[in-house]
C-alpha cells in the first residue's frame, strides 16, 4: 500500500517562492505518475503539475514557467513542486498523488486526477497580496 506525504506549505507574500515536498512509499512498481493537484475554498480540485518516475512532466497552463516538479536525485522517491512568484490565486491546500497500478505501465502522466489512485494529506498554501 503506497503512502504519500506532503510537506513545506506555509504562508508567503505575493512573488514569494515555497518549496513543496512529497515523500512517497510503497511505490514498488517500474512506473508511475506522481501529481500535484490543490483545491482553495469553494473550489474545484486542479491538476497542477506531473511527473514520471522516468522523467517527463506535464503542467497547468496557469503555472506554467512559474512551478517546477522534480524528483530528488539523491532519493528516487522524494519529489518536489517549487512555486515562485506566487500569486493570491495560488492560496490553496495543495496534494500531493500518485497513479500506481501493477497491470499499468505509464510512459507520461496527464492531469486528470481519476487516474491518480493514492493521496496524501495534504499541505495549506497561502499568499497574501
Known amino acids: 500500500q503506497a503512502q504519500l506525504e506532503e510537506s513545506g506549505g506555509g504562508a508567503v507574500q505575493a512573488g514569494g517562492s515555497l518549496r513543496l515536498s512529497c515523500q512517497a512509499s510503497?511505490?514498488?512498481?517500474?512506473?508511475?505518475?506522481i501529481g500535484w493537484f490543490r483545491q482553495g475554498p469553494g473550489k474545484k480540485r486542479e491538476a497542477v503539475a506531473a511527473?514520471?518516475?522516468?522523467?517527463?512532466?506535464?503542467y497547468a497552463d496557469s503555472v506554467k514557467g512559474r512551478f517546477t516538479i522534480s524528483q530528488d536525485n539523491a532519493d528516487a522517491s522524494l519529489y518536489y513542486l517549487q512555486m515562485n512568484s506566487l500569486e493570491p490565486e495560488d492560496t490553496s491546500m495543495y496534494y500531493c498523488?500518485?497513479?500506481?497500478?501493477?497491470?499499468?505501465?505509464?510512459?507520461?502522466?496527464?492531469?486528470?486526477?481519476?487516474?491518480?489512485?493514492?493521496w496524501g494529506q495534504g499541505t495549506q498554501v497561502t499568499v497574501s497580496a
Open positions: 511527473i514520471l518516475n522516468l522523467g517527463g512532466t506535464t
Open positions: 498523488a500518485a497513479a500506481a497500478r501493477p497491470e499499468v505501465r505509464y510512459h507520461q502522466c496527464g492531469t486528470s486526477s481519476e487516474v491518480y489512485n493514492y
Open positions: 510503497g511505490l514498488s512498481y517500474s512506473t508511475y505518475c
